[in-house]
């Protein structure tokens, strides 16, 4: 259960510097005495304000969650309703990967974390429902059939990891053009 207390100065410098590190480097790759150690506190205090390193991840992956769908929803808010609000959804994922160069932090955690009861497996599991919804609502405002969101939501994530993974330089391009395609023959 993440906390809903307020964080303390500490507890922000934990947080993101758990966050950077995290991200770039790998939540197993990552122990809390260099959490602590870089955050210019101690391991008492990552406890006494987490619980668990458990918990930081957990934390990490909603504070990137409400980081992205604020990013995905302002850039979106841009673009009028209708076909090309969609495929500009293809743009803001390009967008966020050029600045985001280790790839989607969930799809990554999920790697290291997917199984079990780790408190950060259902955030990563709200974060792609949430992101298939959203393809579903911006079709469903285009005017086309809901169904296209969670194939337009399969190209968005088989992007992420062609690029990431694979190497693709071209793969958000490549995604975009597949769903220009997949809305033509829809509507």
Excluded at 79 to 90: K, M, Q, T, Y
Excluded at 93 to 116: D, Q, S
Aim: charged share 25%.
């Amino acid at each position: 259960m993440l906390s809903t207390r307020p964080m303390t100065p500490a507890g922000k410098r934990l947080l993101a510097t758990a966050s950077e590190l995290f991200y770039h480097r790998g939540i197993h790759a990552v122990g809390v005495d260099l959490i602590a150690e870089r955050a210019g506190t101690t391991k008492k205090t990552l406890y006494d304000r987490f619980g668990s390193k458990d918990n930081l991840v957990a934390l990490y992956l909603q504070t990137r969650f409400e980081r992205w769908r604020a990013f995905v929803d302002e850039r979106l808010a841009a673009v009028e309703p209708g076909p090309e609000r969609v495929l500009a959804a293809f743009d803001v994922l390009g967008e966020w990967l050029a600045a985001n160069t280790c790839g989607c932090a969930f799809v990554n955690a999920n790697a290291e974390i997917g199984r079990g009861d780790h408190p950060g497996v259902p955030v990563i599991h709200a974060e792609k429902k949430w992101m298939r919804e959203r393809y579903e609502d911006l079709v469903r405002d285009a005017g086309l059939p809901v169904a296209l969101g969670a194939y337009l939501h399969l190209l968005h994530e088989g992007a992420i990891v062609a690029l990431t993974s694979g190497g693709q330089e071209d793969a958000v391009a490549n995604a975009k053009s597949a769903a220009r395609e997949l809305l033509a023959t829809a509507g």
